[in-house]
């Protein structure tokens, strides 16, 4: 298990006290009637009691790109969901934790909803979604501020009445005249009853905690199911390949079709007289032609030893241990096509 012993700072790049302040008259005059009141105060479900624990799942849904995971892994407090310029970088539900007062926030990530193309994969995608907003407390619906799309209005329209949804505009930081995003939220408020309107950029550490207080009125009250540490369900045989298809990602930029995926062949943990832990890990990195082989190896291997180098560093660094890690490139071409082929790479 994962614990917060190796919290990072999510960046500080937010925005200034001034642009938070006029953020805030933003949100006032933008906020559904249903939902006024001040950040932070419980109005809803029902007041927390002085020593009641709120706990909750929160689902966050976008199309591809929006940011998804950027917010999870700032929310979080740590890199638990891989990131990358790619569309279509998360492929599983990932359950982040975090555990603050008396509140305890279990986020699901999900895939960015693909509307374009039909293959196994992506029906497979599509049904994580589906799974995923089914059964939460709060939806965070994230799109790019001052946009909405096509892609963004297929996947509002899977959403069930009767789960309250927060509207995250993200991005905030890529506007460059904050006035200009007022008539859009209006706009956004004739589209979907949103219970509230939350502008913001990911990135911004300040938005980040006035999110939580957001989020928190909406969880119910009950017992955490979680310890107060723990950050993710996951094992960390997921997280080493999911560390393995960040780096791919990275170093191959877009050369690299997105039907590349990872699968974990070994991990394994070792006694050892010199380390606390020692990890043995064996990956293999699945492409669909031979040119995309040539690509993930790179000049005399010299690509496919970076993300070998890069992966374990960091693995050590979410581990606390010592990590052997060897990675394997293999082509099964027309797999992302064949439902026994995707679900035999762990996709659902
Ligand atoms: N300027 C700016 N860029 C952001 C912000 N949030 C995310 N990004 C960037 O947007 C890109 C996509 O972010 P992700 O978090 O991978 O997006 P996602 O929605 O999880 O993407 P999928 O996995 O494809 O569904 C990355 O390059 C992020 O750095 C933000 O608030 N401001």
Not at 75 to 88: C, D, E, F
Not at 208 to 213: A, D, F, I, Q, S
Not at 246 to 270: A, C, H, M, N
Not at 272 to 299: N, P, Y
Request: proline content about 4%; charged content about 30%; aromatic content about 6%.
């Amino acid at each position: 298990m994962i614990d917060a012993t190796n919290k990072e700072a999510a960046p500080a790049d937010g925005i200034s006290a001034e642009g938070q302040k006029s953020l805030e008259s933003m949100l006032a005059a933008s906020r559904p009637a249903a939902a006024v009141g001040d950040v932070g105060e419980p109005d809803k479900p029902g007041e927390a009691s002085a020593t009641g624990q709120r706990c909750g799942v929160i689902a966050i849904v976008g199309k591809p790109n929006v940011g998804k995971s950027t917010l999870l892994n700032a929310l979080v407090g740590q890199k638990i969901s891989i990131t990358s310029r790619k569309a279509q970088t998360t492929r599983h539900r990932i359950t982040g934790i975090h555990t603050r007062e008396q509140t305890q926030f279990i986020f699901v990530d999900t895939p960015g909803f693909q509307t374009r193309h039909a293959t196994a994969l992506n029906k497979s995608l599509n049904k994580t979604v589906m799974g995923a907003i089914g059964d939460v407390d709060l939806i965070l619906f994230v799109v790019e501020a001052g946009s909405f799309t096509l892609a963004d209005a297929k996947v509002l329209s899977l959403f069930k009445p009767g789960i309250p949804t927060l509207l995250i505009a993200n991005k905030l930081d890529n506007i460059h005249r904050r006035a200009e995003i007022a008539p859009w939220l209006k706009s956004m408020q004739e589209r979907h009853p949103f219970a509230e309107f939350v502008p913001m950029s990911a990135k911004s550490k300040s938005d980040v905690e006035r999110l939580y207080g957001i989020c928190a009125k909406y969880l119910p009250e009950q017992a955490w199911w979680y310890g107060e540490d723990e950050l993710t369900d996951r094992s960390e045989r997921f997280l080493a390949s999911e560390t393995v298809r960040e780096k791919l990602f990275r170093f191959t930029g877009d050369e690299l079709p997105y039907t590349s995926t990872v699968v974990i062949d070994q991990f394994s943990e070792e006694k050892s007289k010199q380390h606390k832990r020692l990890v043995r890990i064996a990956a293999t990195i699945v492409v669909e032609r031979d040119s995309h082989k040539a690509m993930v190896i790179g000049d005399k291997g010299e690509r496919l030893k970076r993300i070998g180098t890069e992966t374990r560093q960091e693995l050590e660094k979410l581990m606390d241990a010592k990590v052997f890690i060897e990675i394997w490139v293999k082509v099964r071409s027309g797999w992302a096509d064949d439902e026994a082929r995707v679900r035999s790479f762990g996709y659902e």
